[in-house]
């Protein structure tokens, strides 16, 4: 059983950063790739990024030039990077990583809040 835990949410004002970070336990093996997904309330859970390796990333275009997905296989961590933020990027965070096999396996989330 996979387990992942995300860290690093909270309220920031607009232009802000924020960092997220995710820790990965239980897997026999590392994921074939990560990512981090957003739900606002409302809304549809939408990709923010993927990292298949540091090279192979992939932003959803609302978040392109301001966010950074990053991994450590050795650590088995993914941490995004967040810069510029507005108020529409506040949503919950979640941590995604998908297996060889193609199972996706999901944190509880963690709340971003972006407001003056």
């Known amino acids: 059983q996979v387990r992942l835990v995300e860290s690093g949410g909270g309220l920031v004002q607009p232009g802000g950063s924020l960092r997220l970070s995710c820790a990965a336990s239980?897997?026999?093996?590392?994921?074939?790739?990560m990512g981090w997904y957003r739900q606002a309330p409302g809304k549809q859970r939408e990709l923010v990024a993927r990292i298949l390796s540091e090279d192979k990333t992939m932003y959803t275009p609302a978040v392109k030039g301001r966010f950074t997905i990053s991994r450590d296989i050795a650590r088995n961590t993914v941490s995004l990077q967040m810069n510029s933020l507005k108020p529409e990027d506040t949503a919950v965070y979640l941590c995604?990583?998908?297996?060889?096999?193609?199972?996706?396996?999901w944190g509880q989330g963690t709340q971003v809040t972006v407001s003056s």
């Open positions: 239980g897997s026999t093996e590392p994921a074939l790739s």
């Open positions: 995604n990583a998908r297996s060889r096999s193609g199972r996706d396996d």
